[in-house]
Every structure is written in C-alpha cells, then in structure tokens.
C-alpha cells in the first residue's frame, strides 16, 4: 500500500497498530500528545506533526485511539480538529473505546461535512497488536467500510461486521470488555478461595483453563491471576474504570439494571482510590486476596 494514513495516538496499543499499519506498506504521518512516543516509529519513516489536524490529507483517512470522550472531540472538533479538514469522502476510522453517544454525535458531525466515521474498536492486548492479531468490531456506513478494510486487515486476525449504525460496534466492544473484567473477578476469588484452602491456585487455572474454561481470556489473564503477575502492564485499571462507568451509563440509558457491572465497578474505583490506577487492570485481583486476609 502507498496511502497515507493519518494516525492519532500512540500509547500502549497505539503504537504496535501503527507499527503494524508500516509493516502492511502503509506510510504514516502520525501526532500524539506526548511528542517522545513517536521516537520509536521516526526510526521508520514515520513522519510527526504538531498538530492532530497536520495528519489529514483531505479526502483522506485518519485513524485514531485515544484514551477517552473528551479526547476524541478534542482532535476531532477541537480548535483546529481533524473535520476542518478531512473533508468529501474523508474517513476517520475511531478505535477508542468511548461512548455510543460521542459516536452517534460525531457521526452526524462527519455526515454534516461530507465524510465518514467509522467504528473499529479493538480486542487485544499490546502484544496481539504486534502480531496484527487483533479481533476488530467494525460499524459504519458500507462505502467507508469497504475503503478501509485493507486498514483493519493490516491490524487484525478477524473483522466482524456490525450493521450502518456507527455505536454499534462501540456497545460491542463495551459487551466485551464487561465480559472481561467480569471473568477477572470471578477468576480471582475462586483462585483465593482455592489458597485458602490449601490448594495451589496456579494447578487449579491450569486445569480449568485447559478443559471446560479454555479461552485466551482464563489461559492469558487467569495464568497471571494466578500467578499474582500484574506486569508489564497492558491495559491501565483507570481506563479499565472508564470502561465499566460507560457500560454503566449506557446501561442507564437504556433503562437496564446490571448489578454485577455495579460490584465491579466499586471494585476498580476503590484500586484506582489505593493507587493502583496506572497498575494493570488484572491487579484488581489483589482487592481480592486482602479482602480473604492473603
């Protein structure tokens, strides 16, 4: 490929996605807010700009992931944002797990000016990004979808597809990441109770994890649960915090009680409240062992 990609945010997962995009062929011009953490793909031909609008080529595509709501408008409408620019037939693909409703009102900002938003929020760790072995949930107008496919196949093992309206992908990736969180907590307290009882919690994950719980998710995060191993970290406990305070809100919104989401919710606030919130998010787990006197 020889598009450019504009591409807007480097952290944990931004920058392997980006340094997959330059494996796939594709040339990038790039903007984070922390400049320091471009150094790695300047080595690559990267080019880096001051400003998140100095990466759109009009009629271009722009991909970001970025931490939150406020920071998504930001370099989208902020002053000056990517939608001076991107004009007709532009393309912003958003992988950022944010709220269905920043994805519903910027969608209608794109729509407004002739271009495109598009949904791609991701699964994976940082060493899955790497590998360009994401799993992307993709939504969005059909057209758009199609131009970027190469994008999201550059990144990802598996794209799946989740209809025109452009949240929809967002409540996916919500879904899943409950899922997660959920599994984490439940993983730990059965592997404390299991060391309570004199049982050695890393034999106990990995029999189950290799039997009736075999999935990445018990084999990858209940092994470090197990193993009380919380680095290096992947994924930060406040954005994991973020995450279930949207699944929360949107849950609200959509007139639904989720009293597990509620529990897990007090259980990520009160170790982001010990100051654990840049600790990874499976170091919820260690609420667990001093809640059993561990």
């Given at each position: 490929?020889?598009?450019?990609?504009?591409?807007?945010?480097?952290?944990?997962?931004?920058?392997?996605?980006?340094?997959?995009?330059?494996?796939?062929?594709?040339?990038?011009?790039?903007y984070?807010?922390?400049?320091?953490?471009?150094?790695?793909?300047?080595?690559?031909?990267?080019?880096?700009?001051?400003?998140?609008?100095?990466?759109?080529?009009?009629?271009?595509?722009?991909?970001?992931?970025?931490?939150?709501?406020?920071?998504?408008?930001?370099?989208?409408?902020g002053?000056?944002?990517?939608?001076?620019?991107?004009?007709?037939?532009?393309?912003?693909?958003?992988?950022?797990?944010?709220?269905?409703?920043?994805?519903?009102?910027?969608?209608?900002?794109?729509?407004?000016?002739?271009s495109?938003?598009?949904?791609?929020?991701?699964?994976?760790?940082?060493?899955?990004?790497?590998?360009?072995?994401?799993?992307?949930?993709?939504?969005?107008?059909e057209?758009?979808?199609?131009?970027v496919?190469?994008?999201?196949?550059?990144?990802?093992?598996?794209?799946?597809?989740?209809?025109?309206?452009?949240?929809?992908?967002?409540?996916?990736?919500?879904?899943?990441?409950?899922?997660?969180?959920?599994?984490?907590?439940?993983?730990?307290?059965?592997?404390?109770?299991?060391?309570?009882?004199?049982?050695?919690?890393?034999?106990?994950?990995?029999?189950?994890?290799?039997?009736?719980?075999?999935?990445?998710?018990?084999?990858?995060?209940?092994?470090?649960?197990?193993?009380?191993?919380?680095?290096?970290?992947?994924?930060?406990?406040?954005?994991?915090?973020?995450?279930?305070?949207?699944?929360?809100?949107?849950?609200?919104?959509?007139?639904?009680?989720?009293?597990?989401?509620?529990?897990?919710?007090?259980?990520?606030?009160?170790?982001?409240?010990?100051?654990?919130?840049e600790?990874?998010?499976?170091?919820?787990?260690?609420?667990?062992?001093?809640?059993?006197?561990?």
């Amino acid at each position: 490929m020889s598009e450019t990609i504009g591409f807007i945010g480097l952290g944990n997962m931004g920058q392997p996605i980006a340094a997959s995009l330059l494996k796939a062929g594709f040339q990038l011009r790039v903007y984070n807010r922390t400049a320091a953490k471009a150094k790695p793909l300047l080595e690559q031909g990267v080019q880096q700009v001051a400003r998140p609008i100095d990466v759109v080529e009009p009629g271009g595509i722009v991909v970001s992931i970025i931490a939150n709501d406020s920071a998504l408008e930001d370099i989208t409408l902020g002053e000056p944002g990517i939608l001076e620019r991107l004009g007709s037939g532009g393309i912003h693909v958003s992988m950022s797990t944010v709220s269905p409703a920043i994805v519903q009102r910027l969608s209608q900002e794109h729509t407004k000016r002739g271009s495109f938003y598009v949904a791609a929020p991701v699964f994976g760790r940082p060493d899955a990004a790497a590998a360009g072995s994401l799993w992307v949930c993709v939504s969005g107008a059909e057209a758009a979808k199609e131009r970027v496919k190469p994008v999201l196949e550059a990144i990802g093992q598996g794209i799946f597809d989740f209809g025109e309206a452009p949240e929809a992908a967002n409540i996916v990736k919500l879904v899943g990441n409950f899922w997660i969180v959920a599994a984490m907590e439940a993983m730990a307290e059965g592997l404390t109770l299991a060391e309570k009882n004199g049982v050695e919690r890393t034999k106990v994950i990995e029999m189950l994890s290799k039997t009736i719980f075999a999935s990445r998710i018990y084999q990858n995060y209940g092994g470090a649960i197990a193993r009380k191993s919380y680095t290096p970290v992947g994924f930060e406990m406040k954005l994991g915090l973020k995450d279930v305070n949207l699944v929360l809100q949107t849950a609200e919104q959509s007139h639904m009680p989720m009293p597990l989401v509620s529990l897990l919710h007090d259980r990520l606030q009160a170790g982001v409240a010990r100051g654990r919130g840049e600790m990874d998010w499976m170091a919820m787990a260690l609420a667990v062992s001093e809640d059993a006197g561990l």
